[in-house]
Nanobody, 127 residues
Framework: QVQLKESGGGLVQAGGSLRLSCTAS????????MGWFRQAPGKEREFVAA????????YYGDSVKDRSTISRDNERNTVVLQMNDLSPEDTAVYYC????????????????????WGQGTQVTVSR
């Protein structure tokens, strides 16, 4: 199975940007659509963004669209989430996830579709 490792979290000031990376190992990266989710303290895990196996289809959650970009490098087995104009409401643990069931150009925002998860990386946005 695939192993996922997130990086790039940390403390960011409001209005700033962050770039989260997720590196996959263990299986063929293009077997998976990839997603980012986040979970804030006391809240349920929330969909952030997803990208299809071939990188063509992308989808964003309402809370981050228009200020986020997801991309993937299938040669480097990496998916990146760029988020701009951060606010304290973006404070959460961010998780990378892999979905092997979606077809090549498809993606899902549904957590249950994702079989593999990283450990998460903490993002804290200060006022």
């Amino acid at each position: 199975q695939v192993q996922l490792k997130e990086s790039g979290g940390g403390l960011v000031q409001a209005g700033g940007s962050l770039r989260l990376s997720c590196t996959a190992s263990g299986r063929t990266f293009t077997d998976y659509a990839m997603g980012w989710f986040r979970q804030a303290p006391g809240k349920e895990r929330e969909f952030v963004a997803a990208i299809s196996r071939n990188g063509v289809t992308k989808y964003y959650g309402d809370s981050v669209k228009d200020r986020s970009t997801i991309s993937r490098d299938n040669e480097r087995n990496t998916v990146v989430l760029q988020m701009n104009d951060l606010s304290p409401e973006d404070t959460a643990v961010y998780y990378c996830a892999a979905d092997s069931r979606s077809s090549t150009g498809s993606i899902s925002s549904i957590e249950l579709f994702y079989e593999h998860w990283g450990q998460g990386t903490q993002v804290t946005v200060s006022r």
